[in-house]
């Protein structure tokens, strides 16, 4: 067994850095969509739970919802309180966007 992988540890490399550059690709092009899906339910929200003070309220069930989206087999890459990160990050950039028209840092 040592003998194979120190003959074949080229291959066996490159096999490793290639499945994990596909997983890699697999989880950014998943942040894009779950990026659009929760501005999409971001918006539904708003439109959803009316009043003032309900914002966590709002944040909490679209949270729920684009966690219950996400594959089994991507909960293993993304673990809740990254993807509640990820959506403050989003929401952020959605309120500095709609202050002056610009995403500039300006909120």
Do not use: C, H
Not at 30 to 37: G, M, T
Not at 74 to 87: A, E, G, H, T, V
């Amino acid at each position: 067994m040592l003998d194979f992988l120190l003959k074949n540890w080229l291959v066996i490399v490159t096999a490793l850095a290639l499945a994990a550059y596909m997983v890699y690709l697999a989880v950014n092009r998943r942040w894009d969509k779950l990026r659009k899906l929760a501005y999409k339910m971001i918006r539904q929200a708003e439109d959803v739970i009316v009043g003032t003070k309900k914002g966590q309220e709002r944040f909490n069930l679209v949270l729920d919802q684009l966690y219950g989206i996400i594959p089994a087999w991507l909960r293993l890459f993304i673990p809740r309180s990254l993807l509640k990160q990820k959506l403050q990050q989003w929401f952020d950039l959605i309120k500095d966007g709609l202050d002056d028209g610009k995403i500039n840092k300006s909120v």
